[in-house]
């Protein structure tokens, strides 16, 4: 029996109404209501989280109206200690009060040497040996965009093979890679070409409508065949790029075998391997970086997010035989923040002496199991998948036509009620995946077993709410 399974089989597995439950209303703010004004249309979380936040701390956050919430959100997984923890604070004062520069381009400081040594630290050892790293603007879009050039530059190929479900950002490079269309519809051609997608290991939905270790094998046969075949119509291509867990697509691990499989294929190829790691880096899975979980060791490391502390910070990192690109090939004023690297580093000396990935995984599989019993009573939670903490739910309509594999079809219009009602209990979630019927869950890694106990009963009670009358 896990150490999960027997901290939760005390809890009811059926979820009660709780008469004294306190229900937040939202109703539209001064703040919310310039922000609606003078914001742009393109906004996306104010629209399904309509908060207005003043206070942070921790795993909790408190609006302009003192109302306290669990953030399951967390920046989207940057805040991987959660809002204001002590070693970030202690190490963006310290920055300040020895008056370091704050900005310094791409010259070299004590405090990014001591980054570098601890990120290459964290590192496989035998991508540590050959590492090379470019510090990029401060998103991870733009790190994407540098990747891109590295690759095409070293192997002198401009095809990149990407997945469906994919997203890798939101500039016209790296969203050319996206396999959502929504956002690609209103532009036409993107600036960049070359794209081919391929179809993802998504087991419960398996592309090929197999499922399992045979949709494995065929996603790979097909992979193997598209390089290899002179009739195939796909020039040889610079880069595979690829999520180990994909989590806009809705938070679906590849299959390790798979992993494996795909490195294996790409290496005989010739074919440089970039792997995402902007969500999935730094614990959140379980393991520091996710594509350990395979053992693989891939040619480029895209890295942002929980990288900087909390502040804006995007690296690429990668072996040395790709390392041909000219002075000046990439470049951003602010890649040369030095607070960030401060912060980082604060960071991933936490997560390493404090065994972090080991808790998440274990608070992973704590929060696990608290679904998988809600599944036992709730048919609409058709998919519980994820790796460590970065968790989803794929919802579905019980009632409605099974697909190949035989199962119910995505329940997209459930998804936001049930995390309208999340959010009126406390708790912030953010969903995802085909239709919208994924809800997510990415907690701050420091997350307790307790408060997991608690995530788990306030989806449970927004489930009774949301699925009532259906």
Known sequence: MSVATSLIEDQPARVAPTPAETLYQFNESPLLARQNQQESNARSYPRRIPLALKRAKGIYVEDVEGRRFIDCL??????????????VIEAIQQVLSDELPLHT????????????????????????????IQFCGPTGTDAVEAALKLVRTATGRSTVLSFQGGYHGMSQGALSLMG???????????????????????DYRCPFGLGGAQGVQVNLNYLENLLNDPEAGVQLPAAVIVEVVQGEGGVIPADLDWLRGLRCITEQAGVALIVDEIQSGFARTGKMFAFEHAGIIPDVVVLSKAIGGSLPLAVVVYRDWLDTWLPGAHAGTFRGNQMAMAAGSAVMRYLKDNNVCEHAAAMGERLSEHLRILQRDFPQLGDIRGRGLMLGVELVDPTGAPDVQGHPPAFGRLAPLVQRECLKRGLILELGGRHGAVVRFLPPLVITAAEIDRVAEIFGRALVAATAGL
Do not use: I, R, W
Request: proline share 11%; glycine share 10%; charged share 10%.
């Open 74 to 87: 967390a920046g989207a997984g940057t805040l991987a200690l959660g809002h204001n923890h002590a070693v």
């Open 180 to 202: 959502s269309l929504g956002p690609k519809k209103p532009l036409g051609a993107l600036l960049s070409s070359g794209v081919q997608f391929m179809p993802y290991p998504y």
């Open 105 to 132: 381009l791409d010259l070299t400081t004590p405090v990014k040497d001591q980054f570098v040594q601890d990120l290459f630290g964290l590192l496989p050892p035998a991508l540590a040996a050959e590492a090379k």
